[in-house]
């Protein structure tokens, strides 16, 4: 029996990536409303005054997928989503601190 072979598609996400509103809901499969909402809660900061120049980061993009994992993983509303994703965001930084002091201090790697 030959095993089956599937292809993998998906998108690099880095801080020098743009996206554009219409991106945005198309790469995270989710509305333009929800986009707004999102925005409206402070889960994500685009450049731009009105939605139709709204330019997010490859960074917004990562974070928008994240809170929608939440949401959906934890049954959270939006809110709790975005609490929940600034929470996760802070112990990584914190974590990042304790390993760059570790490595000064010559501790672990």
Do not use: N
């Given at each position: 029996?030959?095993?089956?072979?599937?292809?993998?598609?998906?998108?690099?996400?880095?801080e020098?990536?743009?996206?554009?509103?219409?991106?945005?809901?198309?790469?995270?499969?989710?509305?333009?409303?929800?986009?707004?909402?999102?925005?409206?809660?402070?889960?994500?900061?685009?450049?731009?005054?009105?939605?139709?120049?709204?330019?997010?980061?490859?960074?917004?993009?990562?974070?928008?997928?994240?809170?929608?994992?939440?949401?959906?993983?934890?049954?959270?509303?939006?809110?709790?989503?975005?609490?929940?994703l600034?929470?996760?965001?802070?112990?990584?930084?914190?974590?990042?601190?304790?390993?760059?002091?570790?490595?000064?201090?010559?501790?672990?790697?």
């Amino acid at each position: 029996m030959k095993p089956t072979i599937r292809g993998v598609q998906g998108v690099v996400l880095d801080e020098g990536l743009e996206v554009t509103l219409k991106e945005m809901t198309r790469l995270c499969g989710i509305s333009d409303r929800l986009v707004r909402l999102m925005v409206s809660e402070g889960l994500l900061h685009p450049r731009g005054r009105r939605p139709e120049d709204w330019c997010f980061s490859g960074l917004e993009l990562r974070r928008a997928r994240r809170a929608l994992r939440l949401q959906r993983d934890l049954d959270l509303d939006l809110a709790g989503a975005a609490l929940a994703l600034e929470l996760i965001e802070e112990i990584e930084a914190l974590r990042a601190r304790i390993r760059a002091l570790e490595y000064q201090l010559g501790g672990r790697d």
